[in-house]
């Protein structure tokens, strides 16, 4: 190795420590891509709702994770409001992300917890505590603005996971309901939110 390196000249030997050296760069600091930006800035927006506070260390649990307890909990509209308005806030934040980084974003575990478990929570709340007797219970105390939100997040869930992953998500979650034990599928795709057709509720 000596002899190699005495046998090139200083230019040469400049060259390879300089390319050495932002090789090197590269691998252990890469450059920050488009995308790279957008999820900081995502973070950054989501960081009260999704994440814990850094500087506060006795803080264990995140503000979504309090507000999902919270709804479970009083299951009614008071009791999920603010839970409701800030997923809000997370769809009007995720709209703001270019279509070519919503991948990258898929790959946030925070964000991609939320909205699953955003969406089997208001198909729980919908459902109740027994199978919906009538077309008109299946959507429990939801308004309007609930089963709009529950289909956004529906299309959010397509658009970066894929239709089969939300299918899975779906058939999985659809036989945990209350009262699904001895019912046939069809029934409770009838009942359930699942079957709601997002189209009505733009």
């Not at 709209?95 to 990258?104: Q, S, V, Y």
Request: neutral net charge; charged residues 30%.
């Amino acid at each position: 190795m000596d002899q190699f390196l005495k046998s090139l000249s200083k230019t040469t030997l400049a060259f390879l420590v300089i390319g050495g050296g932002i090789i090197l760069i590269i691998i252990f600091d890469p450059p920050h891509t488009l995308c790279d930006s957008q999820l900081e800035a995502f973070k950054k927006k989501q960081q009260v709702f999704l994440y814990t506070n850094p500087k506060n260390k006795s803080e264990e649990t995140t503000r979504q994770e309090r507000l999902v307890n919270q709804c479970k909990i009083s299951n009614n509209p008071g009791g999920c409001y603010e839970y409701f308005v800030e997923l809000k806030k997370l769809l009007k934040d995720v709209r703001t992300i270019p279509d070519e980084c919503l991948e990258d974003l898929g790959g946030v575990s925070q964000y991609k917890k939320a909205v699953w478990e955003a969406i089997g929570l208001v198909a729980d709340l919908a459902w109740g505590e027994k199978p919906p007797e009538t077309y008109f219970e299946k959507f429990g105390w939801l308004n309007t603005a609930d089963i709009s939100l529950f289909c956004h997040l529906k299309k959010v869930a397509v658009t970066v996971w894929g239709r089969e992953e939300w299918r899975r998500f779906q058939e999985k979650k659809m036989f945990t309901h209350p009262g699904t034990e001895s019912m046939e599928r069809k029934k409770i795709w009838e009942k359930t939110l699942f079957s709601v057709n997002c189209a009505e509720y733009p």
